[in-house]
Protein backbone atom coordinates (compact mmCIF):
# COMPACT_ATOMS: atom_id res chain seq x y z
CA UNK A 1 0.00 0.00 0.00
CA UNK A 2 3.00 2.39 0.98
CA UNK A 3 4.89 1.38 -2.48
CA UNK A 4 1.08 2.52 -4.49
CA UNK A 5 1.59 5.81 -2.48
CA UNK A 6 5.02 6.59 -4.07
CA UNK A 7 6.37 8.84 -5.88
CA UNK A 8 8.46 6.29 -7.88
CA UNK A 9 4.64 4.35 -8.88
CA UNK A 10 2.94 7.73 -9.37
CA UNK A 11 5.53 8.56 -12.35
CA UNK A 12 5.16 5.22 -13.18
CA UNK A 13 1.00 5.72 -13.64
CA UNK A 14 1.24 8.87 -14.88
CA UNK A 15 3.78 7.79 -17.47
CA UNK A 16 1.72 4.86 -18.35
CA UNK A 17 -1.00 7.20 -18.87
CA UNK A 18 0.68 9.49 -21.34
CA UNK A 19 2.91 7.10 -22.99
CA UNK A 20 1.45 3.50 -23.29
CA UNK A 21 -1.82 3.84 -23.69
CA UNK A 22 -1.84 6.36 -26.52
CA UNK A 23 0.54 3.93 -28.01
CA UNK A 24 -1.52 0.94 -27.77
CA UNK A 25 -4.54 2.55 -29.17
CA UNK A 26 -2.27 3.34 -31.83
CA UNK A 27 -0.87 0.08 -32.99
CA UNK A 28 -4.55 -1.40 -32.40
CA UNK A 29 -5.87 1.20 -34.95
CA UNK A 30 -3.31 1.28 -37.17
CA UNK A 31 -3.47 -2.49 -38.85
CA UNK A 32 -7.61 -1.19 -39.92
CA UNK A 33 -6.45 2.12 -41.04
CA UNK A 34 -3.58 1.13 -43.40
CA UNK A 35 -6.17 -1.80 -44.97
CA UNK A 36 -8.48 1.11 -45.67
CA UNK A 37 -5.53 3.37 -47.08
CA UNK A 38 -4.00 0.59 -48.73
CA UNK A 39 -7.39 -0.95 -50.09
CA UNK A 40 -8.25 2.33 -51.25
CA UNK A 41 -4.74 3.18 -53.09
CA UNK A 42 -4.37 -0.46 -54.59
CA UNK A 43 -7.84 0.24 -55.79
CA UNK A 44 -7.05 3.68 -57.42
CA UNK A 45 -3.98 2.46 -58.52
CA UNK A 46 -5.66 -0.77 -60.07
CA UNK A 47 -7.95 1.55 -61.56
CA UNK A 48 -5.50 3.52 -63.37
CA UNK A 49 -3.57 0.44 -64.59
CA UNK A 50 -7.11 -0.74 -65.75
CA UNK A 51 -7.63 2.38 -67.53
CA UNK A 52 -3.97 1.53 -69.25
CA UNK A 53 -4.46 -1.40 -70.10
CA UNK A 54 -7.94 -1.20 -71.15
CA UNK A 55 -6.99 2.05 -73.26
CA UNK A 56 -4.63 0.01 -74.88
CA UNK A 57 -6.95 -2.86 -75.91
CA UNK A 58 -9.24 -0.55 -77.11
CA UNK A 59 -6.84 1.35 -79.46
CA UNK A 60 -5.89 -2.88 -81.04
CA UNK A 61 -9.64 -3.34 -81.74
CA UNK A 62 -10.40 0.10 -83.05
CA UNK A 63 -7.56 -0.28 -85.32
CA UNK A 64 -9.05 -3.91 -86.57
CA UNK A 65 -12.68 -2.21 -86.52
CA UNK A 66 -11.05 0.55 -88.78
CA UNK A 67 -9.96 -1.71 -91.34
CA UNK A 68 -13.48 -3.17 -91.63
CA UNK A 69 -14.92 0.30 -92.55
CA UNK A 70 -12.09 0.98 -95.65
CA UNK A 71 -14.98 -0.28 -98.15
CA UNK A 72 -16.55 3.11 -96.89
CA UNK A 73 -13.82 5.07 -97.89
CA UNK A 74 -13.06 4.15 -101.41
CA UNK A 75 -16.30 4.79 -104.28
CA UNK A 76 -14.21 2.69 -107.01
CA UNK A 77 -13.90 0.08 -103.75
CA UNK A 78 -17.77 0.15 -103.06
CA UNK A 79 -18.60 -0.24 -106.84
CA UNK A 80 -16.47 -3.21 -107.34
CA UNK A 81 -18.48 -5.11 -104.32
CA UNK A 82 -21.76 -3.78 -105.70
CA UNK A 83 -21.06 -5.74 -109.47
CA UNK A 84 -19.84 -8.61 -107.09
CA UNK A 85 -23.29 -8.97 -105.26
CA UNK A 86 -25.83 -7.56 -107.75
CA UNK A 87 -24.76 -9.89 -110.77
CA UNK A 88 -23.41 -7.28 -113.12
CA UNK A 89 -20.49 -9.21 -112.12
CA UNK A 90 -20.76 -12.52 -114.46
CA UNK A 91 -22.84 -10.04 -117.37
CA UNK A 92 -19.97 -7.75 -117.69
CA UNK A 93 -16.75 -8.23 -119.90
CA UNK A 94 -13.51 -9.95 -118.85
CA UNK A 95 -12.14 -6.29 -118.80
CA UNK A 96 -14.76 -4.81 -116.32
CA UNK A 97 -14.30 -8.14 -113.99
CA UNK A 98 -10.58 -7.82 -114.19
CA UNK A 99 -10.87 -4.59 -113.18
CA UNK A 100 -13.20 -4.39 -110.53
CA UNK A 101 -11.16 -7.83 -108.69
CA UNK A 102 -7.51 -5.79 -108.93
CA UNK A 103 -9.40 -3.37 -107.21
CA UNK A 104 -10.76 -5.12 -104.75
CA UNK A 105 -7.54 -6.75 -103.98
CA UNK A 106 -5.09 -3.86 -104.51
CA UNK A 107 -7.37 -1.98 -101.67
CA UNK A 108 -6.89 -4.49 -99.31
CA UNK A 109 -3.59 -5.16 -100.00
CA UNK A 110 -2.76 -1.28 -99.26
CA UNK A 111 -4.76 -0.71 -96.38
CA UNK A 112 -3.17 -3.55 -94.70
CA UNK A 113 0.00 -2.54 -94.84
CA UNK A 114 0.37 -0.07 -92.26
CA UNK A 115 -1.53 -2.09 -89.88
CA UNK A 116 0.07 -2.98 -86.84
CA UNK A 117 2.02 -6.01 -86.80
CA UNK A 118 -0.68 -8.32 -84.24
CA UNK A 119 -3.22 -8.28 -86.94
CA UNK A 120 -3.29 -11.20 -88.73
CA UNK A 121 -5.43 -10.80 -91.74
CA UNK A 122 -8.34 -9.23 -93.48
CA UNK A 123 -11.15 -11.08 -95.29
CA UNK A 124 -13.16 -9.83 -97.74
CA UNK A 125 -16.79 -12.02 -98.76
CA UNK A 126 -19.07 -10.34 -101.05
CA UNK A 127 -22.66 -11.81 -101.30
CA UNK A 128 -21.72 -14.22 -104.47
CA UNK A 129 -19.55 -16.34 -102.42
CA UNK A 130 -16.34 -15.13 -104.16
CA UNK A 131 -13.43 -14.45 -101.51
CA UNK A 132 -10.60 -11.83 -101.30
CA UNK A 133 -8.22 -11.47 -98.34
CA UNK A 134 -4.88 -9.70 -97.33
CA UNK A 135 -2.62 -11.16 -94.63
CA UNK A 136 0.37 -10.60 -92.93
CA UNK A 137 2.32 -14.22 -94.17
CA UNK A 138 1.99 -14.97 -97.65
CA UNK A 139 1.70 -18.43 -97.29
CA UNK A 140 -1.65 -18.09 -95.75
CA UNK A 141 -4.20 -19.19 -98.13
CA UNK A 142 -7.75 -19.07 -97.62
CA UNK A 143 -9.06 -23.12 -97.65
CA UNK A 144 -10.89 -23.49 -100.99
CA UNK A 145 -15.01 -23.91 -100.30
CA UNK A 146 -15.00 -23.18 -96.65
CA UNK A 147 -18.08 -22.60 -95.00
CA UNK A 148 -17.90 -19.28 -93.98
CA UNK A 149 -21.86 -18.69 -94.17
CA UNK A 150 -22.26 -20.93 -91.70
CA UNK A 151 -19.86 -19.79 -89.53
CA UNK A 152 -20.97 -18.31 -86.17
CA UNK A 153 -19.48 -14.77 -86.65
CA UNK A 154 -20.95 -14.40 -90.27
CA UNK A 155 -23.92 -14.80 -88.81
CA UNK A 156 -23.47 -12.27 -86.42
CA UNK A 157 -22.02 -10.20 -88.49
CA UNK A 158 -25.53 -10.20 -90.62
CA UNK A 159 -28.05 -10.00 -87.59
CA UNK A 160 -26.27 -6.64 -86.40
CA UNK A 161 -27.13 -4.51 -90.05
CA UNK A 162 -24.06 -2.89 -90.64
CA UNK A 163 -22.91 -2.49 -86.79
CA UNK A 164 -19.15 -3.54 -85.74
CA UNK A 165 -19.46 -6.77 -84.12
CA UNK A 166 -16.79 -7.99 -81.72
CA UNK A 167 -15.96 -11.48 -82.27
CA UNK A 168 -14.93 -13.41 -79.19
CA UNK A 169 -11.44 -15.64 -79.85
CA UNK A 170 -11.85 -18.28 -82.05
CA UNK A 171 -10.13 -20.68 -84.81
CA UNK A 172 -8.65 -19.35 -87.81
CA UNK A 173 -9.57 -22.56 -89.20
CA UNK A 174 -10.41 -21.21 -92.48
CA UNK A 175 -6.48 -20.54 -93.79
CA UNK A 176 -4.11 -23.11 -94.28
CA UNK A 177 -1.01 -23.50 -92.82
CA UNK A 178 -2.36 -21.70 -89.66
CA UNK A 179 -2.80 -25.09 -87.54
CA UNK A 180 -5.88 -23.21 -86.17
CA UNK A 181 -4.40 -20.55 -84.51
CA UNK A 182 -6.67 -18.61 -82.23
CA UNK A 183 -7.29 -14.92 -83.09
CA UNK A 184 -10.17 -12.60 -82.04
CA UNK A 185 -11.77 -10.49 -84.72
CA UNK A 186 -14.07 -7.54 -85.29
CA UNK A 187 -16.90 -8.05 -88.38
CA UNK A 188 -18.78 -5.71 -90.52
CA UNK A 189 -21.36 -6.19 -93.02
CA UNK A 190 -21.21 -4.06 -95.95
CA UNK A 191 -23.81 -2.17 -97.19
CA UNK A 192 -24.42 -0.38 -100.72
CA UNK A 193 -24.63 3.37 -99.49
CA UNK A 194 -26.83 4.21 -101.72
CA UNK A 195 -30.02 1.08 -101.54
CA UNK A 196 -28.62 -0.32 -98.14
CA UNK A 197 -28.66 -3.41 -99.89
CA UNK A 198 -25.64 -5.95 -98.22
CA UNK A 199 -23.25 -6.57 -100.53
CA UNK A 200 -20.28 -8.19 -98.68
CA UNK A 201 -19.06 -9.29 -95.03
CA UNK A 202 -15.88 -8.57 -93.93
CA UNK A 203 -13.73 -9.50 -91.31
CA UNK A 204 -10.74 -8.54 -89.59
CA UNK A 205 -8.23 -11.16 -87.58
CA UNK A 206 -5.82 -10.22 -84.72
CA UNK A 207 -3.41 -12.07 -82.54
CA UNK A 208 -5.07 -13.76 -79.45
CA UNK A 209 -1.31 -13.02 -78.16
CA UNK A 210 -1.91 -9.37 -78.00
CA UNK A 211 -3.71 -9.97 -74.42
CA UNK A 212 -1.13 -11.69 -72.91
CA UNK A 213 1.71 -8.70 -74.36
CA UNK A 214 -0.34 -6.52 -73.08
CA UNK A 215 -1.66 -7.89 -69.56
CA UNK A 216 1.96 -9.12 -68.95
CA UNK A 217 2.82 -5.69 -68.35
CA UNK A 218 1.05 -5.39 -65.89
CA UNK A 219 2.63 -5.77 -62.16
CA UNK A 220 0.13 -5.36 -59.24
CA UNK A 221 1.89 -6.34 -55.60
CA UNK A 222 -0.78 -8.87 -54.70
CA UNK A 223 -2.11 -11.59 -56.68
CA UNK A 224 -4.66 -11.36 -59.15
CA UNK A 225 -6.35 -12.45 -62.00
CA UNK A 226 -7.12 -10.66 -64.92
CA UNK A 227 -10.48 -11.51 -67.34
CA UNK A 228 -12.16 -10.08 -70.40
CA UNK A 229 -15.59 -10.69 -70.95
CA UNK A 230 -18.16 -9.89 -74.10
CA UNK A 231 -20.96 -8.22 -74.77
CA UNK A 232 -22.55 -11.62 -74.27
CA UNK A 233 -20.83 -12.48 -70.99
CA UNK A 234 -18.68 -15.03 -72.98
CA UNK A 235 -15.07 -15.23 -71.48
CA UNK A 236 -12.24 -13.62 -74.25
CA UNK A 237 -9.28 -14.12 -71.99
CA UNK A 238 -8.06 -14.88 -68.38
CA UNK A 239 -4.84 -15.11 -66.70
CA UNK A 240 -5.57 -17.81 -65.18
CA UNK A 241 -8.34 -20.63 -65.32
CA UNK A 242 -11.49 -19.43 -63.23
CA UNK A 243 -14.53 -22.32 -63.09
CA UNK A 244 -18.05 -21.28 -64.17
CA UNK A 245 -18.81 -20.39 -61.07
CA UNK A 246 -16.45 -17.70 -61.09
CA UNK A 247 -17.58 -16.51 -64.00
CA UNK A 248 -20.89 -15.67 -63.05
CA UNK A 249 -20.07 -14.10 -60.23
CA UNK A 250 -18.06 -11.67 -61.91
CA UNK A 251 -20.99 -10.97 -64.71
CA UNK A 252 -23.10 -10.32 -62.20
CA UNK A 253 -20.25 -7.60 -60.96
CA UNK A 254 -20.41 -8.92 -57.41
CA UNK A 255 -17.72 -7.16 -55.18
CA UNK A 256 -16.50 -10.25 -53.38
CA UNK A 257 -15.47 -13.34 -55.80
CA UNK A 258 -15.04 -16.43 -54.35
CA UNK A 259 -12.52 -18.44 -56.31
CA UNK A 260 -11.66 -21.93 -54.65
CA UNK A 261 -11.19 -21.56 -50.95
CA UNK A 262 -10.04 -18.28 -51.59
CA UNK A 263 -12.17 -14.26 -52.28
CA UNK A 264 -11.06 -11.65 -54.42
CA UNK A 265 -12.24 -8.29 -54.69
CA UNK A 266 -13.35 -7.46 -58.23
CA UNK A 267 -12.86 -4.61 -60.03
CA UNK A 268 -14.09 -4.04 -63.70
CA UNK A 269 -13.31 -1.29 -66.50
CA UNK A 270 -14.86 -1.39 -69.78
CA UNK A 271 -13.05 -1.06 -73.00
CA UNK A 272 -13.52 2.23 -75.08
CA UNK A 273 -15.71 1.52 -78.52
CA UNK A 274 -16.60 -2.09 -77.47
CA UNK A 275 -19.14 -3.77 -75.30
CA UNK A 276 -16.09 -5.46 -73.59
CA UNK A 277 -14.99 -5.52 -70.03
CA UNK A 278 -12.18 -5.87 -68.50
CA UNK A 279 -12.17 -7.68 -64.78
CA UNK A 280 -9.27 -7.60 -61.80
CA UNK A 281 -9.75 -9.62 -59.09
CA UNK A 282 -7.15 -8.76 -56.04
CA UNK A 283 -6.49 -11.62 -53.34
CA UNK A 284 -8.53 -10.35 -50.14
CA UNK A 285 -6.76 -12.49 -48.21
CA UNK A 286 -2.87 -11.39 -49.52
CA UNK A 287 -4.10 -7.55 -48.35
CA UNK A 288 -5.29 -8.75 -44.65
CA UNK A 289 -1.93 -10.32 -44.51
CA UNK A 290 -0.44 -7.47 -45.96
CA UNK A 291 -2.20 -5.13 -42.65
CA UNK A 292 -1.04 -8.25 -40.58
CA UNK A 293 2.33 -7.77 -41.43
CA UNK A 294 1.83 -3.83 -40.44
CA UNK A 295 0.15 -4.93 -37.73
CA UNK A 296 3.28 -7.27 -36.81
CA UNK A 297 5.97 -4.86 -37.67
CA UNK A 298 3.85 -1.38 -35.88
CA UNK A 299 3.32 -3.78 -32.58
CA UNK A 300 7.28 -4.35 -32.80
CA UNK A 301 8.44 -0.68 -33.29
CA UNK A 302 5.51 0.12 -30.52
CA UNK A 303 7.45 -1.81 -27.94
CA UNK A 304 10.67 -0.95 -28.94
CA UNK A 305 9.77 2.73 -28.61
CA UNK A 306 8.27 2.03 -25.12
CA UNK A 307 11.01 -0.06 -23.93
CA UNK A 308 13.39 3.00 -25.52
CA UNK A 309 10.69 5.37 -23.54
CA UNK A 310 10.50 3.32 -20.24
CA UNK A 311 14.70 3.04 -20.11
CA UNK A 312 14.67 6.95 -20.06
CA UNK A 313 11.78 6.84 -18.25
CA UNK A 314 13.55 4.70 -15.65
CA UNK A 315 17.17 6.28 -15.75
CA UNK A 316 15.35 9.97 -15.11
CA UNK A 317 12.71 9.22 -12.97
CA UNK A 318 15.47 7.66 -10.78
CA UNK A 319 17.76 11.22 -10.70
CA UNK A 320 13.84 12.17 -9.49
CA UNK A 321 13.22 10.08 -6.94
CA UNK A 322 16.55 9.48 -5.49
CA UNK A 323 17.03 12.56 -4.10
CA UNK A 324 13.98 12.95 -2.22
CA UNK A 325 14.96 8.94 -0.75
CA UNK A 326 17.95 10.39 0.44
CA UNK A 327 15.85 13.09 1.88
CA UNK A 328 13.87 10.81 3.79
CA UNK A 329 16.76 9.12 4.96
CA UNK A 330 18.18 11.83 6.42
CA UNK A 331 15.28 13.40 7.93
CA UNK A 332 14.70 10.21 9.79
CA UNK A 333 18.40 10.43 11.03
CA UNK A 334 18.34 13.99 11.68
CA UNK A 335 14.96 12.97 13.98
CA UNK A 336 16.92 10.22 16.00
CA UNK A 337 19.29 13.37 16.69
CA UNK A 338 22.27 12.90 14.16
CA UNK A 339 22.02 17.34 13.35
CA UNK A 340 25.31 16.18 11.35
CA UNK A 341 23.55 14.65 8.71
CA UNK A 342 23.64 16.40 4.94
CA UNK A 343 21.90 15.39 1.75
CA UNK A 344 24.42 16.63 -1.52
CA UNK A 345 22.52 16.84 -4.71
CA UNK A 346 24.00 18.21 -7.48
CA UNK A 347 22.34 20.49 -10.12
CA UNK A 348 20.15 24.13 -10.01
CA UNK A 349 17.03 22.67 -10.25
CA UNK A 350 14.05 22.84 -8.14
CA UNK A 351 15.07 19.32 -5.75
CA UNK A 352 18.68 20.69 -5.46
CA UNK A 353 17.37 23.86 -4.06
CA UNK A 354 14.89 21.58 -1.80
CA UNK A 355 18.22 19.45 -1.06
CA UNK A 356 20.35 22.58 -0.43
CA UNK A 357 16.95 24.05 1.91
CA UNK A 358 16.63 20.91 3.91
CA UNK A 359 20.65 21.48 4.74
CA UNK A 360 19.87 24.76 5.76
CA UNK A 361 17.35 23.79 8.14
CA UNK A 362 18.86 21.43 9.53
CA UNK A 363 21.86 23.91 10.39
CA UNK A 364 19.66 26.15 11.48
CA UNK A 365 17.91 23.77 13.68
CA UNK A 366 21.66 22.96 15.06
CA UNK A 367 21.91 26.24 15.33
CA UNK A 368 19.30 26.75 17.57
CA UNK A 369 19.14 23.85 19.74
CA UNK A 370 22.80 24.71 20.66
CA UNK A 371 21.35 28.50 21.73
CA UNK A 372 19.05 26.41 23.62
CA UNK A 373 21.05 24.80 25.39
CA UNK A 374 23.60 26.99 26.09
CA UNK A 375 21.10 29.12 27.62
CA UNK A 376 19.50 26.34 29.87
CA UNK A 377 22.94 25.81 31.37
CA UNK A 378 23.52 29.06 31.93
CA UNK A 379 20.48 29.51 33.50
CA UNK A 380 20.94 26.83 35.80
CA UNK A 381 24.84 27.58 36.45
CA UNK A 382 23.47 30.74 37.81
CA UNK A 383 20.99 29.81 39.96
CA UNK A 384 23.14 27.18 41.55
CA UNK A 385 25.71 29.90 42.16
CA UNK A 386 23.17 31.85 43.47
CA UNK A 387 22.18 29.18 45.55
CA UNK A 388 25.56 28.48 46.63
CA UNK A 389 25.83 32.38 47.61
CA UNK A 390 22.66 31.42 49.83
CA UNK A 391 23.85 28.65 51.52
CA UNK A 392 27.14 29.56 52.69
CA UNK A 393 26.82 32.28 54.88
CA UNK A 394 23.94 30.51 56.46
CA UNK A 395 25.92 27.46 56.83
CA UNK A 396 29.34 29.05 58.38
CA UNK A 397 26.72 31.38 60.77
CA UNK A 398 25.55 27.57 61.86
CA UNK A 399 28.95 26.32 62.37
CA UNK A 400 30.41 29.33 64.25
CA UNK A 401 27.20 29.15 66.55
CA UNK A 402 27.64 25.58 67.69
CA UNK A 403 31.52 25.99 68.57
CA UNK A 404 29.95 29.07 70.82
CA UNK A 405 27.65 26.86 72.36
CA UNK A 406 30.36 23.55 72.74
CA UNK A 407 32.60 26.14 74.56
CA UNK A 408 29.51 27.78 76.79
CA UNK A 409 28.71 24.13 77.95
CA UNK A 410 32.85 23.14 78.05
CA UNK A 411 33.15 20.76 75.98
CA UNK A 412 36.73 21.41 74.68
CA UNK A 413 37.21 17.78 73.38
CA UNK A 414 34.24 18.15 70.91
CA UNK A 415 35.13 22.06 70.18
CA UNK A 416 38.65 20.90 69.10
CA UNK A 417 37.58 17.87 66.94
CA UNK A 418 34.97 20.10 65.35
CA UNK A 419 37.34 23.18 64.98
CA UNK A 420 40.60 20.50 63.73
CA UNK A 421 37.93 18.24 61.71
Not at 11 to 27: K, N, W
Not at 149 to 163: H, N, S, T
Request: with cysteine.
Amino acid sequence: MKRKRSLRFKLLTSYIATMCIPVVIIVAIMPYYFRYYNTKNGTVLTESILNSVAGNIGMYINDLERLTLIPYYNDEFIHALVIRSNGEYEAGTEYGRLVADRTLRNTLRDSFVNTRKDIISTLLLPMDGSVFSSTIDEKMEVKAGFPFKEQFWYRAALEADGRVVFIRPHSQDYFSGTSGKEVFSVARLIKDPFTQRPIAVMIADGDSVIFQKILKEVRLNIRSIITIFDGNSDLIYSTDGISYDTRRQIVKKEPIIGYGDQKFLLLSKGIGGTDWTINVLLSDAEQRAQAMWIYIVGLGLALFGIGITYGLFFFFSRRIVEPFEQMTQSMAEVEAGDLSRRVDIPGDDEIAMLGKNFNKMVEQLGEHIDREYVAVINQRNAEYAALQSQIQPHFLYNTLNNFVGLNRIGDREALERGILD
